[in-house]
């Protein structure tokens, strides 16, 4: 079964600073997606960022980016010119490609991301 | 626009009382739908997700069951509820668009039973 690790319960950065997120995954498979998502307090879960498996080059989106490493199945999100709005859980998720799309993602249990004004 | 709805937002049941949660998906047709459960300081587990009507994939043994009875439309149901059942309850869609599937997320369901 895939397992998705986020060692890092808590993170605190400066506003305007960059913070990186880790999360490593463990799968025997070759084609899957990685995401990230955001939980702010309101609970509503917010696609960040997404990366599929085959694709080398890493996924940016404005300032949120990631650092994929297949060989180490490392995925991390890195965040520049931090803004308050950013403090919320974030989550990393794997979700195999069986080509039919339907299969439900794997979560890591998440970071909590403190911004400091 | 897409937009998925999901109620009530709260619920408090008793131990043993039967439970059913809604979800609706707007502007899409034929989604795959999922249901995820939140417990605290953790991350979302996948309890069941479908494919069509009456399809319905189970993910983790449990006292839950889900139901499909219209194309954009997921019940989650219990007969009788537990502690453990206790959590916050995520229903999700996803379509194929531009090669590929992403899940979008309700706003979910806080459930607390005591």
């Known amino acids: 079964a895939q397992t998705v690790t986020q060692s890092q319960p808590e993170m605190s950065v400066q506003e305007a600073e960059t913070v990186t997120l880790s999360c490593t995954y463990d799968t025997s498979e070759s084609d899957y997606y990685l995401f990230w998502y955001k939980q702010p307090p309101s609970r509503q879960m917010i696609l960040v960022i997404r990366q599929e498996a085959y694709k080398q080059q890493n996924a940016t989106e404005n300032r949120f980016s990631v650092n994929f490493q297949k060989a180490a199945k490392s995925f991390s999100l890195k965040i520049s010119d931090s803004q308050l709005g950013d403090a919320a859980m974030y989550f990393c998720a794997y979700r195999e490609d069986s080509g039919g799309g339907a299969d439900g993602l794997t979560f890591g249990k998440g970071t909590h991301l403190i911004i400091q004004p | 626009s897409q937009t998925i709805h999901q109620w009530p937002a709260t619920l408090v049941q008793p131990v043993g009382s039967p439970l059913s949660l809604e979800c609706t998906v707007e502007g899409t047709s034929n989604p795959n739908l999922y249901w995820y459960r939140q417990a605290a300081g953790r991350g979302l587990q996948l309890l069941f997700y479908?494919?069509?009507?009456?399809?319905i994939s189970s993910e983790v043994p449990q006292n839950l069951s889900a139901s499909r009875p219209q194309d954009r439309q997921f019940i989650l149901s219990s007969k009788k509820l537990l502690l453990s059942d206790s959590g916050f309850y995520l229903c999700?869609?996803?379509?194929?668009?531009?090669?590929?599937?992403?899940?979008?997320f309700g706003p979910g369901t806080r459930l607390t039973v005591t």
């Open positions: 999700a869609w996803s379509v194929l668009w531009q090669g590929t599937y992403e899940q979008y």
């Open positions: 479908s494919v069509g009507i009456g399809q």
